[in-house]
């Protein structure tokens, strides 16, 4: 069976199930490409980006053109969980040069999402990319700024931990 077929014939929720098709999958050499696709794809999205979240944070690595399409799936239409899991997903990633500002772009677009968890985790990847980017500082700071006005402790609580994380301006 594909990879999309199973992923097909598992609830977003079953995450044991989840783990068992990661176990026998992480191996094969086109996985991370796979999992991409299948988030174009809304209703086995959630699945996919799960496991990408999982894959990236077992210590896989994602070249530059799975990255940039990894990016390209951070869509405001697609369900909320696979935002979350995408965005999660930024700081296992190095952001390629050529992507930087239209990761900003995306980033820019989701910090007024109207899911705390996927506002909280737009701070956390404008974090990565402040770090990784160092010429976009002043743009991501700015938006980090206006971050200070959103009521959800959630992203509160994220922001501080972003604000701690990022070098000071002399670093």
């Given at each position: 069976?594909?990879?999309?077929?199973?992923?097909?014939?598992?609830?977003?929720?079953?995450?044991?199930?989840?783990?068992?098709?990661?176990?026998?999958?992480?191996?094969?050499?086109?996985?991370l490409?796979?999992?991409?696709?299948?988030?174009?794809?809304?209703?086995?999205?959630?699945?996919?980006s799960?496991?990408?979240?999982?894959?990236l944070?077992?210590?896989?690595?994602a070249?530059?053109?799975d990255?940039?399409?990894?990016?390209?799936?951070?869509?405001?239409d697609?369900?909320?969980?696979?935002?979350?899991?995408?965005?999660?997903?930024?700081?296992?990633?190095?952001i390629?040069?050529?992507?930087?500002?239209e990761?900003?772009r995306?980033?820019?677009?989701l910090?007024?999402?109207?899911?705390?968890?996927?506002r909280?985790?737009?701070?956390?990847?404008?974090?990565?990319?402040?770090?990784?980017?160092?010429?976009?500082?002043?743009?991501?700071?700015?938006?980090?700024?206006?971050?200070?006005?959103?009521?959800?402790?959630?992203?509160?609580?994220?922001?501080?931990?972003?604000?701690?994380?990022?070098?000071?301006?002399n670093?």
């Amino acid at each position: 069976m594909t990879l999309a077929g199973e992923l097909r014939h598992c609830a977003s929720a079953d995450i044991s199930r989840l783990r068992m098709i990661h176990e026998n999958r992480h191996r094969d050499c086109d996985y991370l490409e796979q999992l991409i696709s299948c988030c174009e794809t809304d209703t086995i999205s959630q699945q996919a980006s799960w496991l990408i979240k999982r894959h990236l944070e077992a210590g896989a690595k994602a070249g530059a053109g799975d990255t940039a399409r990894l990016l390209s799936r951070i869509r405001p239409d697609s369900p909320w969980q696979t935002r979350l899991h995408l965005l999660q997903s930024i700081r296992f990633l190095e952001i390629p040069p050529v992507m930087r500002h239209e990761c900003l772009r995306i980033l820019h677009s989701l910090v007024g999402d109207r899911n705390k968890f996927v506002r909280a985790w737009a701070y956390d990847g404008l974090a990565v990319l402040i770090r990784q980017h160092p010429r976009l500082r002043e743009a991501g700071m700015e938006i980090l700024r206006n971050a200070a006005h959103d009521p959800a402790p959630s992203v509160q609580a994220r922001l501080r931990a972003v604000l701690k994380s990022l070098p000071t301006e002399n670093s």
